[in-house]
């Protein structure tokens, strides 16, 4: 495929060319997206995670935008796999726009069976939030990462990570946040990365703090830092693969061990052992399918170091990216001996309907953000996580694209987010209205049994009922978009997923819409616990009023 090379910025400020100010959110989030400051490699449209797009090709984008600037507000664009396919009469209250990305029949949901359908140029895969066009940057996924290490440091190492080196993979869109969620919970991080690039952007962008690329310096620098107490982040270039067996062999073991390569498309994302001279995209496109049994040997070699390292005493956890499965497929047979992270640390949360609250400021006026940062800690003054996060964790990093935050809220506290930014639009307090969304990873949007719904109390981790349910009443219930997805995090016939984005702009309509949709949709993570037999989310169900049929008893 040719794809024509734009370079986009979304437009800014408080006067919209769009009907409506959810079109004009839509057309600014997409064209967020594909900033080069924010999309790993936007010329391809790829925003982030391996291939995760936000349009099918630049005359996609065009046309969407084109919709979206003629879209009336009883009318609703369909999207399918990145692409305008039709526009509908509905009513006022209804999404303006509904996208469909790479969902395949159940038997058919194999990445072969994508790739040759991509090829066709029919589907397009949309990970989480680069199809569904509320991406905001590496930040998206810092809060959720500075919280898992954070449970990991509570659970392992008496709430710190001080003292402590963690070794970890990847440096991309998502990864590219575990050296800074390490160094904030004052540990050490090695962070083994293939590509230069990344780690010259996640050094230029303040997320990592050094880099090298010989391992012997990398431990050297680590372990002076860990003696002394102090917090240190360390880009090693070379292939982990390569690297983390190194480590073994030479009986370094790290306290804490991960990883986040694109480990979830052995075709496109993770990147084989190499001989001298080879280069991937050559490889990839000579022959696809070595490529991948590679791919598939690597990720065995860079698993089975990672539970050796556990077996010598580390911490190990996967991190949502499918390596297991695909190490075990590449003949690694023990590598479902760690657990993966939401098990491990994160839901307990899910059973609160907490999850990643995320909004941008579409005057994109940083100033804009940093009043919802006060109104935010006014709002929760309690909240002694929120207080760490917005006053010290966010001077940490710059604003990638459309100033933009995140910050984990459960049932009863995103709706009240939501209206206090609404009121702060309509009191003129901000410049232009705020778009606010959250990622897939949620408490009640997804199944990925490797992932999210790994391990659930009453086996239903396969279950795709409930990220149905999620997404369409967020639907019916106002929001500005809505999105279904597959594949996302950890590959295609491994997961299925909904988004929903929703627009503050200051009028009752939006009120409306907010508190619906930011009470329901936490809700549904409520709901998918306590149904799951989790007695936290049932006590919550009861505490806080979530209606349950009776089953929150
Ligand atoms: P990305 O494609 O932007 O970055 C992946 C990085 O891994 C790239 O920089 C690549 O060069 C590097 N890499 C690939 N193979 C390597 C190897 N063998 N050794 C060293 N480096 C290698 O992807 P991303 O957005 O950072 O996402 C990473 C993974 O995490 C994906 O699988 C994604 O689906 C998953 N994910 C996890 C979460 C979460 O919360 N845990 C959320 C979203 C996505």
Not at 55 to 64: F, P, Y
Not at 356 to 385: C, H, M, Q, V
Not at 386 to 401: I, M, N
Not at 409 to 434: C, Q, T
């Amino acid at each position: 495929m040719t794809l024509k090379t734009r370079t986009v910025r979304a437009p800014r400020g408080p006067q919209r060319t769009a009907k409506g100010w959810i079109q004009e959110a839509a057309k600014r989030m997409l064209l967020n997206n594909l900033d080069p400051d924010v999309a790993e490699k936007p010329e391809e449209l790829i925003v982030y995670g391996g291939r995760g797009k936000a349009a099918r090709s630049w005359e996609d984008v065009e046309r969407i935008i084109a919709v979206l600037d003629r879209l009336e507000n009883d009318e609703t664009l369909l999207v399918q796999s990145g692409r305008a396919v039709g526009v509908f009469r509905t009513h006022e209250l209804a999404p303006r726009v509904i996208i469909a990305n790479s969902n395949l029949v159940p038997k058919w949901a194999t990445w072969e069976v994508f790739d040759e359908l991509e090829r066709l140029g029919l589907i397009m895969f949309g990970q989480m939030t680069a199809g569904s066009w509320i991406y905001i940057g590496t930040q998206g996924i810092l809060q959720g990462t500075y919280e898992t290490f954070l449970a990991a440091a509570k659970k392992h190492f008496g709430g710190s990570l001080k003292g402590t080196i963690t070794v970890t993979a990847g440096l991309g869109g998502m990864g590219g946040a575990q050296p800074l969620a390490v160094t904030l919970n004052e540990g050490v991080a090695i962070v083994v990365e293939v590509d230069p690039h990344r780690i010259q952007r996640r050094i230029e962008t303040n997320y990592l703090d050094t880099w090298t690329d010989n391992l012997d310096e990398a431990l050297r620098l680590a372990e002076a830092a860990k003696r002394e107490g102090r917090p240190l982040s360390i880009g090693l270039l070379g292939n982990a693969a390569a690297v983390l067996p190194e480590m073994v062999r030479r009986d370094f073991i790290p306290d804490l061990v991960t990883d986040q390569t694109s480990a979830h498309d052995p075709l496109y994302g993770y990147v084989p052992l190499l001989n001298e001279g080879e280069d991937p995209d050559t490889l990839r496109q000579r022959d696809p399918e070595g490529y991948k049994q590679r791919a598939l040997a690597s990720m065995a070699q860079h698993c089975a170091a990672i539970v050796e390292m556990q077996k010598r005493g580390a911490i190990a956890f996967d991190y949502g990216n499918n390596l297991r499965a695909f190490a075990k497929e590449g003949g690694f047979e023990d590598a479902f001996a760690y657990p993966g992270f939401v098990p491990a640390f994160i839901r307990d949360q899910f059973c609160e309907g907490r999850g990643p609250f995320r909004w941008a400021a579409l005057s994109g006026n940083p100033e804009d953000i940093y009043k919802t940062d006060r109104a935010l800690l006014e709002l929760f003054p309690e909240d002694e996580g929120l207080r760490r996060w917005l006053t010290h964790g966010v001077t940490k990093f710059k604003f990638q694209g459309l100033p933009a935050r995140i910050c984990w809220l459960g049932y009863g506290e995103r709706d009240k987010a939501g209206l206090l930014f609404n009121e702060m639009v309509r009191r003129g307090d901000l410049e232009a209205p705020i778009v606010i969304g959250r990622d897939h990873l949620d408490a009640g949007s997804v199944a990925s049994p490797y992932r999210e719904t790994e391990a659930m109390r009453d086996g239903s981790d396969a279950i795709a009922d409930w990220p149905l349910l999620n997404f369409a009443l967020n639907a019916v219930s106002g929001a500005g978009w809505v999105s279904f997805h597959h594949g996302g995090g950890v590959g295609m016939g491994y997961s299925l997923h909904a988004g929903q984005v929703s627009v503050a702009d200051g009028t009752d309509e939006a009120a409306w819409r907010l508190e619906r949709v930011l009470t329901n949709d936490p809700g549904t993570g409520v709901m998918r616990h306590a149904h799951a037999g989790y007695e936290k989310a049932k006590a919550v169900a009861r505490e806080r009023g979530v209606d349950l049929c009776g089953w929150e008893q």
